[in-house]
């Protein structure tokens, strides 16, 4: 069944405003080292539309599509001319705000780690829960998943981990949190004074949670732990108490996975402090992108982000001292392409040989000197 764009923008809408009002109303478990699968799930090489791969370094990293998302003009905070500019633009590209909801798998060849996982039936009306489905078409099975790395409780980077009549979906499976955002998100006293349209969303929390505890497999870490070796904690606090990105590394190549750090990239890429509605500390949730930036552009590090374009990888570039903007990384002729140059892209699985998509952006000043 086809979904309009104009659908999805009103169930996303409705779902998200309805959201950020409860938000503005509201008010351990020991991390062990997991052992490592029996056998190792082997990597594809494979790419239809649903998923799309990318090497870094010698880890296959695949975006698993969740569905169409629409970042909507009212989400924005900040100066009244800066949103009015951002109005303009919009009006002048009607598409600036479409993105995607996705998650992303990381076969590190001794492990699968899964890093967030969309929203299931619990987000979305409908528009959302393709994960599952896009993961399997990518050659894993549920089983396979070794790990499960959380960005933050929010409903649609979670809710695929467990089904409404409450199992979960990645039975052998350990999820990872920060301990401040499940003890929000988890605690009955903080749903219990939250507003009534708030405690859906801690209920949803609740319930995806409840079937990996009872297991055993639902784990807190409050600082730097190790998990996996070559992956570093990033704290984002913020947009939730525990929100939290994940920095891989491997063979001198780096990718790192922010979660809700941005909603609308190719507005907040140029404006970082503009926030949302959903953010519970906006001064909190800006601080992070204007410290991030300029080193992930020093660093060559690319972005997995979840509101941008599908199956987008975004990097910001350098000049000089500085940082001169970002580049949206997409394959060369889609996902499908047969082209001689897309067979190489494909086959040397390095950003870097990618075309870039014309969507420079240019970062303010005062980033682009750092």
């Known amino acids: 069944m086809e979904v309009s764009a104009q659908t999805t923008r009103n169930v996303?809408?409705?779902?998200?405003?309805?959201?950020?009002?409860?938000?503005?109303?509201?008010?351990?478990?020991?991390?062990?080292?997991?052992?490592a699968a029996p056998a190792a799930a082997p990597q594809h090489h494979d790419q239809v539309p649903g998923f799309y791969r990318l090497k870094v370094g010698d880890l296959e990293v695949t975006a698993l599509f969740d569905g169409p998302a629409v970042a909507d003009l009212h989400w924005?905070?900040?100066?009244?001319?800066?949103?009015?500019?951002?109005?303009?633009?919009?009006?002048?590209?009607?598409?600036?705000?479409?993105?995607?909801?996705?998650?992303?798998?990381?076969?590190?060849?001794?492990?699968?780690?899964?890093?967030?996982?969309?929203?299931?039936t619990w987000y979305g009306g409908g528009a959302l829960g393709r994960l599952a489905g896009n993961h399997r078409s990518a050659g894993y099975t549920a089983e396979e998943v070794d790990l499960v790395l959380v960005t933050h409780l929010h409903a649609d980077h979670v809710g695929g981990l467990t089904t409404q009549d409450g199992k979960r979906v990645f039975p052998n499976a350990d999820v990872y949190l920060a301990k401040a955002e499940s003890d929000f998100w988890?605690?009955?006293?903080?749903?219990?004074?939250?507003?009534?349209?708030?405690?859906?969303?801690?209920?949803?929390?609740?319930?995806?949670?409840?079937?990996?505890?009872?297991?055993?497999?639902?784990?807190t870490f409050s600082g730097s732990e190790t998990i996996v070796n070559g992956i570093q904690l990033i704290p984002l606090s913020g947009h939730t108490p525990g929100h939290t990105g994940y920095e891989f590394s491997s063979k001198g190549h780096k990718i790192f996975f922010w979660g809700g750090t941005m909603h609308a990239q190719r507005v907040q890429l140029q404006h970082p402090e503009l926030t949302v509605v959903f953010d519970i500390d906006p001064t909190a949730a800006a601080a992070p992108r204007n410290q991030l930036l300029p080193r992930l552009a020093r660093e060559d590090v690319v972005i997995?982000?979840?509101?941008?374009?599908?199956?987008?990888?975004?990097?910001?570039?350098?000049?000089?001292?500085?940082?001169?903007?970002?580049?949206?990384?997409?394959?060369?002729?889609?996902?499908?392409?047969?082209?001689?140059?897309?067979?190489?892209?494909?086959?040397?699985?390095?950003?870097?040989?990618?075309?870039?998509?014309?969507?420079?952006?240019s970062l303010p000043p005062d980033l682009a000197t750092k």
């Open 12 to 35: 996303l809408k409705r779902n998200s405003l309805r959201f950020a009002a409860a938000l503005l109303a509201a008010p351990t478990i020991f991390v062990a080292v997991p052992n």
């Open 76 to 120: 924005l905070n900040g100066a009244k001319a800066t949103v009015d500019g951002v109005a303009e633009a919009v009006h002048e590209d009607p598409r600036m705000l479409e993105a995607a909801d996705r998650g992303f798998l990381v076969n590190t060849g001794k492990q699968l780690i899964l890093v967030d996982a969309g929203a299931g």
């Open 186 to 219: 988890l605690s009955p006293e903080i749903a219990a004074k939250a507003s009534k349209d708030a405690q859906p969303f801690f209920q949803t929390a609740q319930a995806v949670a409840a079937p990996y505890i009872k297991a055993g497999k639902w784990h």
């Open 304 to 361: 997995a982000g979840r509101i941008c374009h599908f199956p987008a990888w975004v990097a910001c570039t350098r000049r000089g001292v500085g940082i001169a903007g970002c580049r949206w990384y997409l394959p060369i002729n889609g996902t499908r392409g047969s082209s001689a140059a897309g067979q190489a892209a494909r086959s040397s699985w390095d950003h870097r040989n990618w075309w870039t998509r014309p969507l420079a952006v």
